[in-house]
């Protein structure tokens, strides 16, 4: 098109006005304007929205900029970035103060750096509630960490070595996971369980309640044979490694391995591996039936009383085998050695032990043909010695009683030859006949190898 003159293009190519305000609308309430050096101002709507300076642009207070994609190195904002989600295509660093950042590996990154924490999570009120201090790899939570209840194959906290390994809740109306905490480390949902429920504690068994526990300990040791339970010090080492560790110092087992019962076991480096005490503030003298005592044996069938005549209680000896039994009417057996002492004469060892403690004895005319003494009872074991072997008077029970057996049948065959004796005076005296009436008042019988004499 022909101008008169120089073009508009020309003009407006040179137009210099000069920080005049360039009205753009019809009411002249938006503008642009450069009033301040090096500086261009937008006006829309009569209000200065946006800014123009070397490398910033910038959106006035009560200005927003809506874009569909902004492409930018950095962003420096003043107040608060708000939008749907917030992308991050990269790595944040070491030096990073704040950063989120992503890798494919990694996913969502938070990195900080603070004087105290090096990330810090916070609620709506401000208050903490997760922080990894700093320099750390550690986590403090400030309240509850709550996750899903999970299971003893899958427990609901876990570790990395081994998923099947951690903590998981229960709740069942019928088993023992009835509010309850459990840990386990395994994970075939068979065994390898410590259960916590109402003030019980259960072992190895999350899905069974002990019905007769309200506040106490359970083990269960399923199909296993060995120490249900093993107590150790490392003060011991006794050397039985045959039998258990050599610090284990007490442990309980089954006595059966398919029915049953329980066995308390014992090691010591010496002698006592086993002690059996009870500590009682009184104590009685009172010999009855119903007498107590600081340690009490209670034998029961079925939680009865054991039938008249019935075994209670035995000890075992050499080879395993029974040698002491006390049963249900107050009696005591023994499995005693078959030692006899036919070759001394009873009845003065007897005595000897009598005269050996000389405690309420009467002394006797006969005493001073005593031929035996205190060492001699030693000897045949019938007392005990003490360590530096010196002779006490600790009884052997068994060995008194067969000395009292024999000194019982002596007398008696004393006796049975003294009554010959006499029989045979009588018959010199008044004849057979005559004896025999004697005998008979008197009711006494001679004994023959082969029958009665009358």
């Known amino acids: 098109m022909p101008y008169i003159g120089t073009s508009p293009a020309s003009e407006l190519a ?44 910038t959106a006035q207070s009560g200005s927003t900029i809506a874009a569909q994609a902004l492409t930018a190195t950095t962003g420096v904002f003043s107040s608060d970035v708000t939008g749907l989600t917030l992308n991050a295509t990269g790595d944040t660093a070491a030096s990073d103060n704040a950063a989120i950042g992503y890798t494919s590996a990694e996913g969502l990154i938070l990195t900080g750096q603070g004087s ?25 939570i400030a309240g509850q960490l709550i996750s899903s209840d999970g299971s003893e194959a899958a427990p609901g906290i ?22 309850s905490v459990n840990i386990t480390n395994d994970n075939d949902a068979t065994f390898g369980v410590f259960c916590f429920d109402n003030g019980r504690f259960i072992l190895n068994d999350a899905t069974t309640v002990n019905a007769n526990s309200a506040g106490g300990i359970t083990v269960q040791q399923a199909g296993y044979d060995n120490e249900i339970l093993a107590l150790k010090s490392s003060d011991v080492a006794h050397g039985q490694t045959a039998r258990t560790e050599t610090d284990t110092f007490g442990a309980f087992r089954k006595y059966s391995a398919t029915q049953g019962g329980a066995l308390l076991l014992g090691w010591n480096e010496s002698i006592t591996s086993v002690c059996l005490r009870g500590e009682s503030v009184a104590e009685t003298d009172a010999r009855s039936t ?85 060492e001699k009872l030693a000897n045949l074991e019938i007392v005990g010695r003490e360590e530096d072997g010196s002779p006490n008077h600790f009884i052997n029970v ?57």
């Not at 006499?422 to 009711?443: F, P, R, S």
């Open 158 to 179: 876990c570790f990395s070595r081994d998923n099947g390994a951690g903590f998981f809740s229960a709740e069942s109306a019928s088993g023992a996971g009835s509010n």
């Open 398 to 454: 068994t060995g008194m009683q067969r000395l009292h057996n024999g000194a019982i049948w002596q007398q008696y065959e004393k006796h049975e030859n003294l009554l010959n004796a006499v029989y045979e005076l009588a018959v010199e005296a008044v004849g057979e006949d005559k004896a025999k009436d004697i005998l008979d008042k008197n009711d006494v019988k001679l004994l023959s190898s082969t029958n009665l004499l009358n």
């Open 290 to 374: 119903s007498a107590e005592a600081p340690v009490r044996i209670d034998a029961r069938i079925g939680g009865n009383f054991v039938s008249a005549d019935n075994n209670i209680m035995n000890i075992e000896g050499a080879s395993g085998h029974t040698k002491f039994i006390f049963d249900s009417d107050g009696d005591f057996h023994a499995d005693s050695s078959s030692t006899t002492f036919d070759s001394y004469d009873d009845a003065q060892l007897a005595r000897t032990f009598d005269l050996s403690h000389n405690r309420g004895i009467i002394a006797s005319k006969f005493d001073k043909f005593i031929s035996y003494n205190h």
């Open 14 to 57: 040179n137009l210099d006005i000069n920080g005049q305000k360039f009205i753009l609308d019809a009411d002249a309430d938006t503008s642009i304007t450069s009033d301040t050096d090096d500086q261009i101002d937008i006006e829309i709507a009569g209000a200065d929205d946006f800014q123009f300076t070397a490398n910033t642009f």
């Open 116 to 140: 105290t924490n090096d990330v810090t999570i916070k609620n709506d009120a401000d208050a903490d509630v997760l922080e990894i201090p700093t320099g750390t790899t550690n986590v403090t």
